[in-house]
């Protein structure tokens, strides 16, 4: 999460319920030209972000996802079509819809081909922004399924300078992981494998905060705090995380969900080069297929209670699970409503008024 050092253009925020949102943003891509369904799957997921506190990937999007399809980047209403079926494995092409449904349908699949199988490979390539990784990870995890998910965005998404370079050459490359707990919350892991999701420096620009050193170059390969300096001209790069690692980790991404899945590796001549789009590859296994799904619970309850048992090494401090903070921060949206800054606001409002929607009514 973005630095919260205050600088002058701190913006004002205002709390709002989840569920008024998901309704406003709802008619928003209704007026797009969405299907109702549609339009409710797109404004949930996003908002779902927001509440477990990824705001780079929430309500923030709207005005860039109506702004792909006035420029015809991302089609409303299509659904995911299978191109190759071999059980197993599965490759499916979105067809350069939404990312909310196409990913949807694309999980819904993998699911059954896991129940069946043990295990299913799906090679999801050509759906538009999946938005936040960890919701397809969350959704296997409640049918009790483990699974990987690798994910690159060809061309358009190009943002990212490999370790060791001054300029962008790959794209942020989230990977994401979830794995059932039984009863309890699963365990997602989900990150961008850039230092920071450009969504967040998008956040931090909005909200007039600086980011944390280490996160990006500015245009001349140098490193700096200020999230003007990534939109400037020349424009900056995000840097990998954890140097050579997250480089290499990037690198992984982008030949599993590119090359394999026929979607493209970042490459600024690719077909798709001037979409908005993310291809992903996902592994998904039934525990019962190895192990068993009695062992796999109560080893993963082990190994969880002996992580968290580790002493804090900051007073008040705790070892947190990876999904816990999200799940922290959802319980609290939940109750309190999500914080929304003015320029985001604004710019929501902008987008919604561009369609004739009245968001303040
Ligand atoms: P992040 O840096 O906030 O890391 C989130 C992960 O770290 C989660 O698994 C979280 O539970 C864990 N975590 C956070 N704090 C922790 C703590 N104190 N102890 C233990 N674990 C902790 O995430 P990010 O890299 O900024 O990514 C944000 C979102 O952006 C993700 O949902 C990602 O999928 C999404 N994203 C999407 C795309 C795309 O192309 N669709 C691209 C980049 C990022």
Redesign the pocket.
């Known amino acids: 999460?973005t630095n919260k050092q205050p600088t002058a253009r701190r913006q004002s925020e205002q709390l709002i319920p989840s569920e008024r949102l998901i309704g406003l943003v709802q008619r928003v891509f209704e007026a797009a030209g969405s299907h109702l369904d549609e339009a409710r799957i797109i404004s949930s997921h996003l908002i779902e972000?927001n509440l477990?506190?990824?705001d780079?990937?929430g309500l923030m999007r709207v005005s860039r996802y109506v702004d792909l399809v006035r420029e015809g980047k991302v089609s409303p209403n299509q659904h995911a079509k299978i191109i190759n079926d071999r059980g197993a494995s599965v490759l499916i092409d979105g067809q350069f819809g939404y990312?909310q449904v196409i990913g949807a349908e694309a999980m819904a699949i993998a699911a059954e081909r896991a129940a069946q199988h043990g295990f299913a490979a799906v090679a999801l390539r050509n759906a538009g922004?999946?938005?936040?990784?960890?919701?397809w990870a969350e959704f296997l995890a409640r049918k009790s399924l483990v699974s990987l998910h690798f994910?690159?965005?060809s061309g358009f998404?190009i943002l990212v300078a490999p370790h060791g370079g001054g300029d962008r050459r790959l794209?942020?490359?989230?990977?994401?992981a979830g794995v059932p707990l039984g009863a309890n919350p699963p365990l997602?892991?989900?990150?961008?494998?850039?230092?920071?999701?450009?969504?967040?420096i998008q956040v931090a620009r909005n909200k007039g905060e600086k980011l944390q050193r280490g996160e990006i170059l500015d245009g001349h390969g140098m490193p700096t705090t200020d999230p003007e300096a990534f939109y400037a001209n020349p424009p900056g790069a995000i840097l990998p995380?954890a140097g050579h690692k997250g480089s290499g980790l990037s690198i992984l991404c982008e030949i599993l969900a590119g090359s394999l899945t026929g979607g493209f590796a970042s490459n600024p001549a690719s077909p798709t080069a001037e979409r908005l789009v993310?291809n992903m590859f996902s592994i998904v296994i039934d525990p019962e297929s190895f192990a068993g799904r009695t062992f796999f619970r109560t080893d993963v309850s082990l190994l969880t209670e002996w992580v968290r048992a580790s002493p804090p090494r900051e007073p008040g401090g705790a070892?947190?699970?990876?999904?816990?903070?999200?799940a922290r921060t959802r319980r609290e949206r939940e109750s309190r409503g999500i914080p929304v800054d003015s320029t985001t606001w604004a710019t929501f409002v902008a987008a919604a008024a561009s369609l004739e929607v009245d968001v303040e009514r």
């Open positions: 999460m972000a477990v506190g990824h780079s990937h990312g922004h999946l938005g936040r990784i960890g919701a994910v690159n965005s998404g794209s942020s490359n989230p990977i994401a997602v892991l989900d990150f961008a494998t850039s230092a920071v999701a450009e969504g967040k995380f993310n070892v947190l699970l990876p999904g816990e903070i999200e």
